[in-house]
């Protein structure tokens, strides 16, 4: 994909333009300036459709805010969100990174909308096949239409904080979402919980490629 540079500066130009207006309308972890938060989104698009951003306290300091861009877990697209990062201004009290890290310590358990979703209701199996790495996830009731169950989105930031959104994108080839059998443990599935060893035990094995969903 070649990117626009004029659209990324310009994005960056009317952030910095704003960003005072969208801090001050902070109340607690939250945002109440929506108008700016949609013109942010609206701006990424142009620059690439699969551009998104979220934001996240500090760990290290809860005052300060960090404004976290990825690209949906399309692989095509990590170019335009290092080049986003690239071109980032210098800023007091914010500061901009790429793809969601490893987070410690990992969480137990996600509200999505209405949806309370605990790590121990998904289990795991990872292999390597002929350099790629194989990831299924199972669970009950598992989905035919993936974008229709909460519990996927649920997953996915699972994921992101078990081995982190970049990892997931450039060394997992395949992810797919299995019925989970009565008994997990007698076909050698392993809690959701524990991915994280199971990867990084396996992960040097595998030719970094992309990510594809089935």
């Known amino acids: 994909m070649i990117l626009d540079r004029k659209q990324i500066s310009s994005f960056w130009q009317q952030l910095q333009e704003t960003i005072e207006q969208l801090l001050s309308s902070r109340s607690d972890d939250r945002f109440e300036a929506e108008p700016l938060l949609k013109l942010y989104r609206e701006q990424l698009q142009k620059i690439d459709r699969n551009l998104t951003f979220h934001f996240q306290s500090d760990e290290d300091n809860e005052a300060a805010i960090e404004m ?115 008994s997990p443990e007698d076909y050698g599935l392993t809690n959701l919980a524990n991915l994280r060893e199971l990867f990084d035990s396996v992960k040097s094995q595998a030719k970094p490629i992309g990510l594809t969903l089935h």
Do not use: Q
């Open 68 to 182: 976290i861009f990825g690209c949906d877990g399309f692989p095509e697209s990590i170019h335009s969100v290092l080049s986003l990062i690239g071109a980032a201004p210098e800023l007091s009290g914010i500061e901009f990174k790429a793809f969601n890290n490893r987070y410690d310590p990992i969480p137990l358990s996600v509200n999505i909308g209405e949806e309370f979703c605990e790590i121990s209701d998904f289990w795991c199996r990872i292999s390597v096949v002929e350099e790629r790495l194989h990831l299924e996830i199972y669970m009950g009731d598992a989905p035919k239409i993936l974008d229709m169950d909460p519990r996927i989105e649920a997953v996915m930031i699972y994921l992101d904080a078990l081995i982190g959104e970049y990892e997931l994108m450039t060394r997992v080839w395949s992810l797919e979402w299995l019925e989970l059998p009565a």
